[in-house]
């Protein structure tokens, strides 16, 4: 098990520079201006819901204010992640380092593990961070902590498959600015893909719509855990992680 | 311990390392040696499983590099070309992740980490970020990263490059006190390094060996016969004649000497001097003695003669000097 240097190695980079507190930070304050703006549209619908009381029967915070979070908080991941993923190989490649990596008795998967976890568990940090809303929620009002678990359930997999992805494009280059948009390109084709579905129909409908990345998150949201989307995510993960395989094992074979 | 059969690799239509063919003996230590650009750091990415070779075997402690590659890389110590470091790292830290990624067991790494400091010469720096360090320092890092887990072959691509001379002179050291317990397969093109640190040599030019052995074997080998620089203040044809003459000279030849005058290159027989001879020559023809020396018989005037050599031999060398 040798992945646990390389995954110390990993954490030790994003905290000894500064890639993990300017995410960190700016992805805070994006959220936290998100989840203050939905949480203040609510108060002012559940207030005029007040006088004219017709209009308060469907309102619920889970509805209104943690799945329009999450949702958003989903799509600035996608523009997130890229910056965390996109120098785990290629600024290896490019200051050369990955000629000693590769040199020392590990194999490619114990690397490509160390490096993924890695990314995860600065990913979940943030994700953890992000507690602080649904615990202001429960401040004022009930909340079901149920759906809430799932959502974050969706979104550590809906980032994991973001990391997955980058991770796979930073393998293909040493310029960490093409590793960062080219996975951030993919990230965005993958969410833009599902909207196509809209104005199709038939199987190419299904097909859209099963392959918008951001669509299979919706049922988390909702408090259900779909085996079809935990396939959707699992299959992306694993292809994504296989293919970054493939190609640190073609750079062992052509050098 | 290093054995290399008939290795060739080609990027694209470039051939690199063309059916390069040697063996190091456990506990020796070699240097590789070669103009830029002759292929030794290409060998040696090849010796340390970073790339494959096109053609040919290389064995490290009798492990094929490519198809046995983790036994070989549990078996080696690599310092590549520039010592490519993790600059956002302290150096204790990053020592500390190259001696658990090989598998230095927690209870002895680290003093197993402040053991190759001390011996780099880079425990004051241990704190700093490697991307603060000097070339120096860095170097010696890389050399200390190379040292953990106490390789049995230890690949070196320009150690003492960037070092002041007086590190040159310590790190020297140090890598000769490596002799015995480890293999070491050094490149450079520092010349007197070689001699300094060496047991052998080979002698790389555009992708070939074109010499190996000891020191003084190849010395023999480029220079079948001793020469002597000999300077007189006489007519230059008697000289010649009266050199030629003389039974134990095989060769003669008359050249320009770096003071502007002419000088004579005398050949013989290695086992014989032929220096008193010449004194004699010299005064008993009344011709005044100016400078009488030995040449021909350094590393250097090996290595340029071997490398010279080959470029004239076919006049496609381009580009590639000492």
Request: net charge negative.
């Given at each position: 098990m040798r992945w646990l240097p390389v995954f110390k190695k990993e954490m030790r980079l994003y905290f000894g520079s500064p890639i993990a507190y300017v995410v960190g930070t700016f992805f805070l304050l994006i959220?936290?201006?998100?989840?203050?703006?939905?949480?203040?549209?609510?108060?002012?619908?559940?207030?005029?819901s007040f006088m004219q009381p017709q209009f308060g029967q469907n309102l619920n915070i889970a509805d209104s204010v943690m799945r329009p979070l999450f949702t958003n908080m989903a799509v600035v991941f996608l523009f997130l992640v890229p910056m965390l993923t996109m120098r785990l190989f290629a600024e290896e490649k490019r200051s050369g380092t990955m000629e000693l990596l590769l040199t020392y008795p590990v194999r490619d998967g114990e690397v490509l593990a160390g490096k993924f976890l890695a990314s995860v568990a600065l990913y979940a940090l943030l994700l953890a961070l992000t507690w602080l809303y649904p615990g202001l929620v429960a401040y004022f009002t009930r909340v079901e902590w149920g759906p809430m678990l799932t959502s974050y359930l969706g979104l550590l997999l809906i980032g994991g498959t973001f990391l997955a992805v980058g991770l796979f494009v930073s393998s293909l280059t040493e310029n960490q600015i093409v590793a960062g948009f080219g996975t951030f390109g993919i990230l965005l084709a993958?969410?833009?893909?599902?909207?196509?579905?809209?104005?199709?129909?038939?199987?190419?409908?299904?097909?859209?719509?099963?392959?918008?990345?951001?669509?299979h998150m919706d049922s988390f949201t909702r408090g259900l855990i779909d085996t079809k989307d935990l396939v959707y995510y699992g299959t992306f993960i694993i292809l994504a992680l296989f293919l970054t395989s493939r190609s640190l094992e073609s750079k062992r074979w052509r050098g | 311990m290093i054995q290399v059969d008939h290795l060739t690799k080609r990027y694209g239509p470039v051939t690199a390392i063309q059916d390069v063919s040697f063996n190091v003996e456990k506990g020796q230590i070699v240097g590789f040696l070669g103009p830029n650009g002759a292929g030794k750091s290409t060998t040696m990415k090849i010796l340390s499983c970073f790339m494959p070779a096109t053609g040919g075997t290389a064995r490290i402690a009798g492990f094929d590099v490519f198809s046995r590659s983790l036994e070989v890389r549990r078996r080696i110590g690599y310092l590549p070309e520039n010592a490519p470091l993790y600059a956002d790292l302290p150096v204790a830290a990053y020592l500390d992740f190259v001696a658990e990624i090989k598998g230095v067991s927690r209870a002895t790494r680290k003093s197993r980490v402040a053991d190759v400091m001390e011996r780099c010469f880079v425990t004051d720096m241990q704190h700093r970020l490697i991307g603060k360090l000097s070339k120096g320092y860095r170097q010696r890092v890389g050399l200390a990263q190379a040292l953990l887990g106490d390789p049995e072959v230890l690949i070196l691509d320009e150690p003492t490059i960037g070092l002041d001379p007086r590190q040159i002179a310590e790190i020297r050291s140090l890598i000769r006190s490596l002799a015995g317990q480890h293999t070491v397969i050094l490149s450079t093109h520092i010349l007197p390094e070689v001699s300094a640190v060496c047991d052998g040599v080979i002698i790389i030019n555009r992708g070939r060996i074109v010499a190996q052995g000891t020191e003084s074997e190849l010395v023999q080998q480029v220079f079948p016969s001793a020469r002597v620089e000999l300077q007189v203040a006489g007519p230059t044809g008697d000289v010649l004649a009266a050199l030629r003459a003389l039974p134990a000279v095989s060769h003669v030849e008359a050249v320009q000497s770096r003071n502007g005058g002419t000088s004579f290159l005398v050949e013989s027989p290695r086992d014989m001097d032929v220096r008193g001879e010449l004194v004699r020559l010299a005064a008993s023809r009344g011709w005044a003695l100016q400078e009488l020396h030995q040449v021909g018989m350094s590393l250097e005037e090996v290595f340029i003669r071997v490398v010279a050599g080959e470029e004239t031999e076919d006049a496609v060398g381009v580009g590639e000097r000492a």
């Open positions: 959220s936290g201006w998100f989840f203050s703006q939905i949480f203040l549209i609510y108060s002012d619908i559940s207030m005029r993958f969410w833009v893909i599902g909207w196509g579905a809209d104005s199709a129909s038939g199987t190419l409908r299904t097909v859209l719509q099963y392959l918008s990345v951001t669509d | -």
